[in-house]
Structure formats: C-alpha cells, structure tokens
C-alpha cells in the first residue's frame, strides 16, 4: 500500500489533509470534515485503506457542501476599514489612515494610534488603542465618582466583556468593559455608578434602586440611551 500519511484532497481550491482511523467496532466507513478543516475517514476492521481512498473521492461533491456548512457557520472576522465610523466617547468618529513617512497612523477623532500596514483590518490596533485608554480613563472616573459619592473601591478591572457593561463583587472590585469609553459621558457615569451603589447593595432591590436614583438623578435617560443605542456600541 504505497504511503497514506500526507494523502490532501482539494475542497474548494484548499487543500484539506486526510486522516484515516482504523475502529475495529466501526462496521462501514464514515466520512468527517473537521472544523479545523481536516477530511477524517474511519476505516472498518474489514476495510482497507486503498477502498478509503476511493470513498473521499467519491464523497467529493458532499466534503465541499459540508466545507459551505463550516464556513457559514464560523462568525466573520469583523473587518474594520478606513472611512468606516465607529462610537467614541458618544460621538461618530470616522477611521482614517495616514501616512507619514514609513508609517502609517490610524486618526479617528482627536485620537491616533500607529497601525503596522496600510491594508490590512484596523481592529485589533484600535481594540488595543481603546482598551488602554479605557484602563486609564475609566480607573480616574471611578475613582472621582467614588469619593463624590462616599463608595470605596478597593480595586478596578477593565475588561473586554462582550455582553455586561459592568460587575461588582462584594470585596469592593469593580469591573468595567472597556467599550464604556464609547458612550456618552453622563451614560458612562451612569453605569459606573450603578456598580458603585452595588457596593453597598448587592441586588436590585427597590431599595438599591433609590440609591441609584440618588446619586444619578436623570438614570432613566441614561437607561434609555443604552437600550436604543447598544447596537451601535462595540464595532
Ligand atoms: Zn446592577
């Protein structure tokens, strides 16, 4: 049997390696596209390799059908490109990209940040960009607003969440997602004093909520602003 290891066949102009499994409990063989895009093909104990080979072959047609399957499947790399907007700090900023000399910055409103090629996806450079920004930013709000409402924080975390704005927990940590520097500021504020009231009220209880209301008097406005504009917020 001449060698099987580096057997490839072509799905779609890629060429996906093929793995064969000898099973002695497996009764026929079965054919697998891996996600990771590799082809696996079981062989029977009464099997052959030579027959497993014709057996891809003839399951060409379904190995590029279930290739469509794991390709619709994956969520797209979200690409980020010059002229696309984004949300900072409540307002629309437009991404663009410019040259000085060898190198090329990414400006978007007041801001910039160095991008290591004209072509390519400007996401993670401006993640990276406004993720450190947040750290700086968010930590001195949540500091100002602490003392302004007699809260102690004992620690600040800035986090790339995907679905909270926000968490405390009752040694006095408060959690942030970085994507707060997009919103507006009183919208910000806001949240950060959600969480800072949950220091002393670790539920939404009526009681937490007069707390809120307190130290936030337009919080509705604020609650409402998220619920129309969440959408907008991470890119
Ligand atoms: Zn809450």
Not at 19 to 43: D, P, W
Not at 105 to 134: C, I, K, M, Q
């Amino acid at each position: 049997m001449p060698p099987s290891e580096g057997d490839v066949i072509e799905i779609h102009s890629h060429r996906m390696p093929i793995l064969y499994r000898r099973h002695a409990r497996a009764r026929n063989y079965v054919l697998r596209l891996h996600f990771t895009k590799t082809v696996i093909v079981t062989i029977p104990r009464q099997g052959t390799k030579r027959f497993a080979r014709e057996f891809v072959a003839s399951r060409k047609s379904w190995l590029e059908k279930q290739w469509r399957i794991i390709e619709a499947r994956r969520v797209p790399p979200h690409v980020l490109r010059p002229g696309m907007e984004i949300l900072l700090r409540g307002q629309p900023v437009t991404l663009e990209l410019r040259r000085q000399g060898q190198h090329w910055h990414l400006h978007f409103g007041a801001e910039r940040t160095p991008v290591a090629n004209s072509d390519g996806n400007l996401r993670p450079a401006l993640e990276r960009y406004l993720h450190n920004a947040a750290r700086v930013e968010l930590a001195r709000r949540v500091q100002e607003l602490a003392r302004e409402h007699a809260s102690i924080v004992k620690h600040i975390v800035i986090r790339n969440q995907k679905s909270r704005w926000g968490s405390c927990s009752c040694n006095g940590t408060i959690s942030l997602n970085w994507r707060l520097i997009q919103l507006p500021d009183y919208v910000r504020d806001y949240i950060i004093i959600h969480e800072l009231m949950h220091l002393k009220e670790l539920n939404h209880s009526p009681g937490f909520w007069r707390e809120v209301e307190k130290a936030c008097p337009d919080y509705r406005v604020a609650e409402k602003w998220l619920k129309r504009n969440s959408g907008q917020v991470g890119f």
